[in-house]
T-cell receptor, first 113, second 115 residues
Framework: NAGVTQTPKFQVLKTGQSMTLQCAQDMNHNSMYWYRQDPGMGLRLIYYSASEGTTDKGEVPNGYNVSRLNKREFSLRLESAAPSQTSVYFC????????????FGQGTRLTVV | AQSVTQLDSQVPVFEEAPVELRCNYSSSVSVYLFWYVQYPNQGLQLLLKYLSGSTLVKGINGFEAEFNKSQTSFHLRKPSVHISDTAEYFCAVSELTGGGNKLTFGTGTQLKVEL
C-alpha cells in the first residue's frame, strides 16, 4: 500500500513564484489535511477537507489555496511564494468517523529564496 | 480552542534507561489524544492513541501512555529505551467534529538516546 503520497519531495522557489504541492491517498479516506512544520513550532494546520467537495481554513491559511480534486487528491497551492513559507509540508488523511488515526505523507521540503 | 504543551524540547537519556516525555493539553470539550514519532527526514508515524476506555494505552515499540483527565496530561513512557528510539516525538489532540479530525500538535520533544 502506498498510503499517502506527496510530490515533489523537495523544491526551491524564488520569491513570487507559484507552485502546487500534490497529495494523493489510496485508503479511501474521507478527510484530508495540509500541515506545515517549522522548527520549534510543531505542525500547524493550513487547510483541511472534511469530505470530497468541501474545504476549510485551518490555523495558518494565509498565502495558500487548496483544491480537493476528488476523494483521493488534495492539492496545496502557493500563488506567490514568500520566504516565510519556507517549511516542510505534510499531507495527511483519515476516515474521520471510523478511524481517527491520521496517516501522513513523507513531506515536501520547500525553500523560498 | 485546544492547545498542547510539551515542556521538554530535548530529552537526553542513556540506552536501557527509562524515559518519560511529558504532554499537557487544554480543551473545553472531550478530546482524543495521540503520540506520533518522527524519524529524521520522514513523515509522522502513530505510536499510540487514546480514544476512550482504559486510561493506560499501549503502543508500538514498547511505548505506553497514561491519560489523566484531572491533570489534563498524557505522558509517554518507555521502561528501557534503545538507540533506535532517537527521534522527535509529538503529542497531539483532536476534537472530532463534523468538520473533520483536526489535530493540534505540541512543539515536539527530541529524544536522544546515548550509549
Amino acid at each position: 500500500n502506498a498510503g499517502v503520497t506527496q510530490t515533489p519531495k523537495f523544491q526551491v522557489l524564488k520569491t513570487g513564484q507559484s507552485m502546487t504541492l500534490q497529495c494523493a491517498q489510496d485508503m479511501n479516506h474521507n478527510s484530508m489535511y495540509w500541515y506545515r512544520q517549522d522548527p520549534g513550532m510543531g505542525l500547524r494546520l493550513i487547510y483541511y477537507s472534511a469530505s470530497e467537495g468541501t474545504t476549510d481554513k485551518g490555523e495558518v491559511p494565509n498565502g495558500y489555496n487548496v483544491s480537493r480534486l476528488n476523494k483521493r487528491e488534495f492539492s496545496l497551492r502557493l500563488e506567490s511564494a514568500a520566504p516565510s513559507q519556507t517549511s516542510v509540508y505534510f499531507c495527511a488523511s483519515d476516515h474521520r468517523v471510523m478511524n481517527t488515526e491520521a496517516f501522513f505523507g513523507q513531506g515536501t521540503r520547500l525553500t523560498v529564496v | 480552542a485546544q492547545s498542547v504543551t510539551q515542556l521538554d524540547s530535548q530529552v537526553p537519556v542513556f540506552e536501557e534507561a527509562p524515559v518519560e516525555l511529558r504532554c499537557n493539553y487544554s480543551s473545553s470539550v472531550s478530546v482524543y489524544l495521540f503520540w506520533y514519532v518522527q524519524y529524521p527526514n520522514q513523515g509522522l508515524q502513530l505510536l499510540l492513541k487514546y480514544l476512550s476506555g482504559s486510561t493506560l494505552v499501549k503502543g508500538i515499540n514498547g511505548f505506553e501512555a497514561e491519560f489523566n483527565k484531572s491533570q489534563t496530561s498524557f505522558h509517554l513512557r518507555k521502561p528501557s529505551v534503545h538507540i533506535s528510539d532517537t527521534a522527535e516525538y509529538f503529542c497531539a489532540v483532536s476534537e472530532l467534529t463534523g468538520g473533520g479530525n483536526k489535530l493540534t500538535f505540541g512543539t515536539g520533544t527530541q529524544l536522544k538516546v546515548e550509549l
